[in-house]
């Protein structure tokens, strides 16, 4: 029987204390986020079962991480518009419903905390490839403060 080995990264986090990530699961993303163009290299992980947000979790900073959300779940009706640039740079150019969105969730530090989703500038990954970008997406209708709503408010 053949084995295939895998590739890890480990990291120390403030979050989740020390990862082992396989190299399959890793996000490349060459172009960073908005704010953060040095950090290129991501892991989506669970906030935990049955929550419907995840964090990105960067694998060269320990202390950066992201909460997320399908924008999906605020707007059912949600569609992506990218620039034919996004599209050739993420592989997207035949449509094969490898393609994800996340939206940026901000928690304002209030109390109560107001949360808001980033439904203009979402997260875009090819899933085939898990190559991402956030990108703004053109002539959209979509806020960068969506309000997300929270139970027993």
Do not use: C
Request: glycine share 6%.
């Amino acid at each position: 029987m053949l084995a295939l080995k895998v590739d890890t990264v480990q990291i120390e986090t403030s979050r989740f204390g020390a990862l082992t990530v396989d190299e399959q699961e890793i996000l490349s993303l060459p172009e960073g986020l908005i704010g953060f163009p040095g950090l290129t290299r991501f892991v989506l992980l669970r906030h935990k079962e049955g929550s419907p947000f995840f964090w990105l979790q960067s694998l060269e900073d320990g202390d950066l991480a992201f909460v997320l959300l399908d924008p999906l779940l605020l707007k059912p009706e949600y569609a992506l518009k990218l620039h034919p640039e996004d599209t050739a740079l993420l592989g997207l150019e035949t449509p094969d419903n490898s393609v994800q969105a996340w939206a940026v969730v901000n928690i304002g530090r209030q109390a109560p905390p107001e949360i808001t989703a980033n439904l203009l500038a979402p997260l875009v990954i090819n899933t085939r490839t898990r190559l991402g970008k956030q990108v703004v997406l053109f002539d959209s209708p979509y806020a960068i403060r969506h309000p997300v709503p929270v139970k027993g408010k």
